[in-house]
Every structure is written in C-alpha cells, then in structure tokens.
C-alpha cells in the first residue's frame, strides 16, 4: 500500500506562483508514473499533469507552458510548479501515484489540497 501526503496548496492572486508537493511512503517499490489531477467546483476530476519514471511529462492543455511537474525519485516526492495562475486554476489538486507489479497497475491518490486564484 502507498500513502500519498500533499502540502503547498494555498490562495494567491492571479498572475502568482505556487508550488506543490507529494511525498509517498508505504510500499513505493515499482511506482511508475506520478501525476497531478484537480478538481475545480461543481466539475468532474481532469488531468493536469504526469511524469514517468524516465522523466517523460504529459500536461493538460490548459496549464501547458505555465505548469511544470518534476520528481525527486529518492525522496518518492513529486512536485508541480504553477506559475502565471488564473482563476480558472481554482480547484482541489489530488496527487496520483500509478504502480505497476506483475504487470496489473493499482492507482493510489492523495487527500487532495485546495489551490485558490483571485482576480
């Protein structure tokens, strides 16, 4: 089993920074690909963001060339540098965690940490 703890969520105003953070524990042997997904009010969950084990990004559209996600793979912690934020960033970010072993893939998420853009 993975635990997924994320921090760096907070309110900032549009045209600001924020930086996500999150760390996995647990049986974090054969993880392979960490991501970024968020939630916005009244929505369903869409993808923002993902890394592989080999370094390999995949952005959303909308947050392409102004999100930047990265991985400390001695640490098991995966981040997402958000930089010139709009409003319609405004949701619950959730970390995901894939792991592959004997070749099923089990998913793991984090909490989730709200993430607020003003005008």
């Known amino acids: 089993q993975v635990q997924l703890v994320e921090s760096g969520g907070g309110l900032v105003q549009a045209g600001g920074s924020l930086r996500l953070s999150c760390a996995a524990s647990g049986s974090i042997f054969s993880i392979s690909t960490m991501g970024w997904y968020r939630q916005p009010p009244g ?19 909308s947050v392409k060339g102004r999100f930047t996600i990265s ?49």
């Open 71 to 119: 991985r400390d793979t001695a640490k098991n912690t995966v981040y997402l540098q958000m930089n010139s934020l709009k409003p319609e960033d405004t949701a619950v970010y959730y970390c995901k965690v894939d792991k592959v072993v004997a070749g099923d893939r089990y998913d793991y998420w984090g909490q989730g940490t709200q993430v607020t853009v003003s005008s």
């Open 43 to 61: 929505t369903q969950r869409e993808l923002v963001a993902t890394i592989n084990s080999f370094g390999r990004t995949k952005y959303a559209d």
